[in-house]
């Protein structure tokens, strides 16, 4: 399975926007990348995910390089309920895969 | 409430105690999942159901034992566990979305074992 690599943790203040980045240079050309949240003393929360075209969603952006070899989660402007570890997942599109292997994600702190 | 249901939140057992974890969704998605959570270490993938049949079963020991009886409910049963086997257990359930496996997930059953 191909490997994902994200810093162990990232600062930000409050209502000032976030890049979290992500680098999986062995990705191959069916896998998507996913991004989930953990928020303190819940499971995992979906956020959003993307193939090769920039996505939006009412959460967050994913900014996908043009080779695919990195990513960048962008949360446009944090609060203080975005405090989380960021999880950055690959998943391969072919028929009948359930794999989203986690790896340590990235603890996001937002300052007031 | 994410559509996912996990009982009990929190378990404490003895070595020789077998108990069950419960994990039920009406959220119409075919596909389950039991993960486990340690302290500092990365979720673990423990087994996957899609469409009620086994797909996966990640070198998980024999003293844990899933169990799929219908598309909305997922037992993981237990049986002479170890102290190591303490750890958050997830369960979570997925649907297609533009291609892809988008993963659902209970608030965890957080499992003692003394």
């Known amino acids: 399975d191909a490997k994902t690599t994200q810093p162990n943790s990232m600062e930000s203040n409050e209502e000032e926007p976030v890049h979290l980045p992500c680098n999986h240079s062995?990705?191959?050309?069916?896998?998507?990348i996913h991004w989930y949240r953990q928020l303190p003393s819940q499971g995992p929360e979906y956020v959003i995910h993307?193939?090769?075209s920039n996505v939006n969603n009412r959460m967050a952006s994913l900014a996908i390089a043009e080779d695919r070899k990195s990513s960048t989660l962008i949360l446009h402007r944090a609060t203080l309920r975005d405090a989380a570890v960021y999880y950055c997942?690959?998943?391969?599109?072919?028929?009948?895969?359930?794999?989203?292997?986690f790896g340590t994600g990235t603890r996001l702190t937002v300052i007031p | 409430e994410t559509g996912v249901t996990q009982t009990p939140r929190h378990l404490v057992m003895g070595m020789t105690n077998k108990k069950s974890l419960k994990c039920e969704q009406h959220?119409?998605?075919?596909?389950m999942y039991w993960y486990k959570q340690s302290a500092k270490k990365p979720l673990e993938l423990m087994f996957v159901?899609?469409?009620?049949?086994?797909?996966e079963n990640n070198s998980v020991p024999s003293r844990f034992s899933p169990e799929c009886p219908n598309s909305s409910h997922l037992f993981l049963h237990l049986h002479t566990l170890q102290p190591e086997d303490s750890a958050l257990y997830l369960c979570?359930?997925?649907?297609?979305?533009?291609?892809?496996?988008?993963?659902?997930f209970g608030a965890g059953s957080r499992l003692t074992v003394l």
């Open positions: 959220l119409g998605h075919n596909a």
């Open positions: 997942i690959l998943s391969s599109i072919r028929a009948g895969a359930n794999n989203l292997f």
């Open positions: 993307g193939l090769t």
């Open positions: 979570a359930s997925s649907q297609v979305v533009l291609g892809a496996n988008v993963l659902t």
């Open positions: 062995t990705i191959s050309g069916t896998d998507y």
């Open positions: 159901y899609s469409l009620e049949e086994r797909v």
